[in-house]
Nanobody, 122 residues
Framework: VQLQASGGGLVQAGGSLRLSCAASGSTFKIQTMGWYRQAPGKERELVAD???????GYADSARGRFTISLDNAKNTVYLQMNSLTPEDTAVYYC?????????????????WGQGTQVTVSL
């Protein structure tokens, strides 16, 4: 399974961006898709995630400003980011945790996207 992230860019503080991440490849079901970010010199952190059933979770820094959504038919997760601040500057990565069935049992797997740069200027 491959993940293709897009939508990053340069935006002024207070602006908005919408990230997209499409999963493609073998037949699978989505357990969870999420967005993480990594700023220079910092560890990668969870921003938001969503289950295949639509339950969402947000980091405190994202709650109220970011909205994660999932299009199951397109295997695509979105992150709408509003009221951006310079502290949101980072490389944003999408992650998929999915599963597929073999003849004997389900197999769970995880995949990361390639990352998309988000830069917020003053």
């Amino acid at each position: 399974v491959q993940l293709q992230a897009s939508g990053g860019g340069l935006v002024q503080a207070g602006g908005s961006l919408r990230l997209s991440c499409a999963a493609s490849g073998s037949t699978f079901k989505i357990q969870t898709m999420g967005w993480y970010r990594q700023a220079p010199g910092k560890e990668r952190e969870l921003v938001a995630d969503i289950t295949g059933g639509g339950s969402t979770g947000y980091a405190d820094s994202a709650r109220g400003r970011f909205t994660i959504s999932l299009d199951n038919a397109k295997n695509t997760v979105y992150l709408q980011m509003n009221s951006l601040t310079p502290e949101d500057t980072a490389v944003y990565y999408c992650r998929l945790q999915g599963y597929y069935y073999t003849r004997d049992s389900p197999v769970v797997f995880g995949s990361w996207g390639q990352g998309t740069q988000v830069t917020v200027s003053l």
